[in-house]
């Protein structure tokens, strides 16, 4: 199992970056997966999750109307699109998967001006 994030940078604020979390060793789709962030000197905090089932989704509050997951079958990608994107979600993402807890290993967002 692994997942490789990619897709992070530096970005002013209001602008959009796409995450995209590449999956390999075992079908995304049959499984929940999420976005997790860790900002510097604090804990980690769950940004978004698609269920396995219907693929329902779940987002913080903080993120909600802004921000994205879904999912590339085909691909065996899930993807975290953010805009309007604000300095305070300057932060390692993680890819994250049930069931084994799977981590990938983060790509860092900063927002910044």
């Known amino acids: ?18 995450l995209s979390c590449a999956a390999s060793g075992f079908t995304a789709r049959i499984y929940t997966m ?21 693929g329902s989704t779940y987002y913080a509050d903080s993120v909600k109307s802004r921000f994205t997951i ?4 085909a691909k065996n990608t899930v993807y975290l699109q953010m ?18 807890e799977y981590w990938g290993q983060g790509t860092q967002v900063t927002v910044s001006s």
């Open 70 to 73: 879904s999912r590339d079958n």
């Open 83 to 100: 805009n309007s994107l604000k300095p305070e979600d300057t932060a390692v993402y993680y890819c994250y998967r049930s069931n084994g």
């Open 34 to 54: 999420s976005w997790y962030r860790q900002a510097q000197g604090k804990e980690r905090e769950l940004v978004a999750t698609m269920s396995r089932v219907g």
């Open 1 to 18: 199992v692994q997942l490789v994030e990619s897709g992070g940078g530096l970005v002013q604020p209001g602008g959009s970056l796409r």
